[in-house]
C-alpha cells in the first residue's frame, strides 16, 4: 500500500510541475515572439532537435542505467550497483571532452546546415554554442539523476522541475530588463539550468543515496561493456526516433525556409506539452513496473503493465481530444498577431497520434526494462528511414507544402505504435499478441464518442477570451475522465484509485 501511495505522491506532484511548466512557457514563448520574432524563435526548438541528435551518441551509455542500478540495489547487490554508478560517471565525462571540438567545429559551420537569414547567422551560433554546452553539462549529472527513480521519489523530482521553472522566469526577466532581446538570451538560460541541475541532482543523489560516491576503484570496464551492449539497440531506437519524429523542423527549414519552420515550431507547442505529460506521466508509473520486474512473478508484472497503461491512457486521452477540437481558438487566444488557420491544421495533425502514445508509452518501456529492445529497435529505425525517404521524394519531385511532412510522420507513426509496438511487446514477455489491445481499443471507442460530443457541443458555445476556453475545457475535462475513468477500468480498479486518492 505505501508503494502505491508513493505513486499518488509521485503523479500529483509530477502534475503540479508540468502545469508550473506550462504556464511558464504559456506566457515566456509570446513574449519572445514578439520581442525576437517568429523566424529567430524557430532556431530555438531546432536546436533543441540538433542536442537530440548529438544525445544519441551518448544514449548506449545513459538509457539503461537507471534500470541496471534499480534492479541490482533492489536485489541486494549493492556493490554492483556502486560500480555502474561510478562507472557511468567516469564515462559520460569522456565522452564530454570527445564532443566539444566537434561541437565547435559545427556551431561555426552551422549556416551551411540550416538555412538561416544573414543577419541572425552569428546569433545562431551563439545560440548552438550554449545549447550544446548546457547538454554537455547535463551529461555530468546524468548518473546523479538515477537516485530519485531508485528510490521512488519523483515527487522530489517535481519539485525540483518546479525551481527550474522559477529560474527561468527569474533569468529572462532580468536578462529582458536589463539587455536588448535577442535569441541568445534562451541559451544563456539554457545554460545556467543545467548547471543548477548538476548541482541539485547531485544534492539528491548525496541525500537518497549516501553510500554512493564516486570513486576510481569502482571503475570497471566491463560494466561499461554491458551498458553498451544493453544500451546499443536503444541508439538504433534513438536514431529510429529522430527519422520518424524529430527531423521535420530541419527538413522544413531547409526546404520550405525559416518562416514556414517558424509556424511548425509554434502548432508544435500543444504535442510538445502533450508528450511532456505523457512522459512525465510514464516516468513516475515506470519505476515501479522495474522494482516489481525485479522482484514478483510474471504474471504479477503483466497485471502492473495493463494498470499503468490504463492510468497513463486515463489522465491523456481526454485533455488531448479537447485540444484537437478547441485548438483554433487557443492560438487565437495565445498568438493574436500571428495566428493563421495553418496553426490549428497542423496542431490538429500533430495532435492525433498522442491519442494512441498515450496507450503505447508504458507498454513500450517494458522492452526496456527486461532488456529487449533489438526487435522494435531494428523496425524503428526502418520506419524513420521510410519517413525521411517518403517526405524528401514528395518535396522534391511532387508538391512542396507545409503538411506534408507532418501527415507523412502521423501515418507512419500510428501503424508503428498502434500495430508493431503492442505485438512485439507481447512477444518479447511470450503471452499472446493481442494482451495490451482490450485497454487499447477500449480507449480509442471512447475518443471517438467524446470527440463527436465536443464537436457538437461546440456549436453552442461562445468563446472569446481564456476565462471560457479554460471554463469549458475544464468542464468538459472533469466530464471526460469521469467518464473515461469507468469506461476504462473495472469496479475493482476504481474503488483502489479511489481509495489511493482519499488516503
Not at 505522491?9 to 514563448?29: D, Q, R
Request: net charge positive; proline share 3%.
Amino acid at each position: 500500500m505505501m508503494d502505491k501511495k508513493q505513486l499518488i505522491i509521485n503523479l500529483a506532484s509530477n502534475i503540479v510541475a508540468f502545469s508550473s511548466s506550462f504556464i511558464i512557457s504559456f506566457i515566456l514563448t509570446p513574449y519572445l515572439i514578439n520581442h525576437i520574432g517568429k523566424e529567430a524563435y524557430s532556431f530555438y526548438p531546432i536546436s533543441n532537435n540538433f542536442v537530440g541528435y548529438i544525445a544519441i551518441i551518448t544514449i548506449a551509455l545513459n538509457s539503461m542505467l537507471a534500470r541496471f542500478i534499480s534492479i541490482n540495489y533492489n536485489c541486494g547487490d549493492y556493490n554492483k550497483a556502486k560500480m555502474f554508478f561510478s562507472s557511468s560517471f567516469y564515462s559520460n565525462v569522456i565522452v564530454v571532452l570527445l564532443l566539444f571540438v566537434p561541437m565547435l567545429i559545427f556551431v561555426l559551420n552551422i549556416d551551411y546546415v540550416l538555412n538561416i537569414p544573414e543577419a541572425l547567422v552569428d546569433n545562431i551560433q551563439a545560440l548552438f554554442f550554449l545549447v550544446f554546452f548546457s547538454l554537455l553539462v547535463d551529461l555530468v549529472s546524468t548518473v546523479f539523476g538515477v537516485a530519485t527513480f531508485v528510490k521512488n521519489r519523483l515527487d522530489l523530482r517535481a519539485l525540483f522541475e518546479i525551481l527550474k521553472g522559477i529560474l527561468k522566469v527569474i533569468l529572462f526577466i532580468v536578462l529582458f530588463y536589463f539587455f536588448d532581446a535577442s535569441i541568445i538570451f534562451v541559451g544563456i538560460v539554457s545554460v545556467c539550468v543545467s548547471i543548477f541541475n548538476l548541482f541539485i541532482q547531485y544534492s539528491f543523489s548525496r541525500k537518497l543515496m549516501p553510500e554512493f560516491i564516486i570513486s576510481r576503484s569502482n571503475f570497471d570496464f566491463d560494466i561499461i561493456k554491458i551498458l553498451l551492449s544493453s544500451g546499443f539497440w536503444n541508439v538504433i531506437n534513438a536514431l529510429g526516433v529522430s527519422l520518424l519524429l524529430g527531423m521535420a523542423l530541419f527538413l522544413t527549414n531547409r526546404y520550405l525556409g525559416p518562416s514556414a519552420s517558424g509556424d511548425l515550431s509554434l502548432a508544435m507547442m500543444l504535442p510538445a506539452f502533450i508528450t511532456t505529460i505523457i512522459s512525465m506521466m510514464a516516468s513516475v508509473l515506470i519505476p515501479r513496473m522495474t522494482k516489481i520486474y525485479a522482484t514478483n512473478s510474471l504474471s504479477d508484472f503483466i497485471s502492473e503493465v495493463v494498470f499503468s497503461q490504463k492510468i497513463l491512457t486515463m489522465f491523456t486521452t481526454v485533455p488531448i481530444l479537447i485540444l484537437i477540437v478547441f485548438s483554433d481558438y487557443f492560438f487565437k487566444l495565445w498568438l493574436p498577431n500571428d495566428y493563421s488557420i495553418v496553426l490549428t491544421q497542423l496542431s490538429m495533425i500533430l495532435l492525433i497520434p498522442l491519442i494512441i502514445h498515450g496507450n503505447m508509452w508504458c507498454i513500450y518501456s517494458v522492452n526496456m526494462v527486461v532488456n529487449k529492445v533489438k526487435k522494435l529497435s531494428i523496425i524503428l529505425l526502418g520506419f524513420g528511414i521510410i519517413n525521411i525517404f517518403f517526405c524528401v521524394i514528395w518535396l522534391d519531385f511532387l508538391y512542396k507544402s507545409y503538411l506534408v511532412i507532418p501527415i507523412i510522420s502521423v501515418v507512419i507513426n500510428l501503424i508503428y505504435y498502434l500495430i508493431v509496438v503492442p505485438m512485439c511487446t507481447a512477444n518479447n514477455l511470450g503471452v499472446k499478441n493481442n494482451i495490451f489491445y482490450k485497454p487499447i481499443l477500449k480507449s480509442l471507442f471512447f475518443s471517438i464518442i467524446f470527440i463527436v460530443f465536443l464537436l457538437y457541443a461546440r456549436g453552442y458555445l461562445l468563446i472569446d477570451s481564456w476565462f471560457s476556453l479554460f471554463f469549458y475545457s475544464i468542464c468538459f475535462g472533469c466530464l471526460g475522465l469521469i467518464a473515461h475513468l469507468f469506461f476504462l477500468l473495472n469496479k475493482e480498479e476504481c474503488f483502489n484509485i479511489l481509495k489511493l486518492i482519499k488516503r
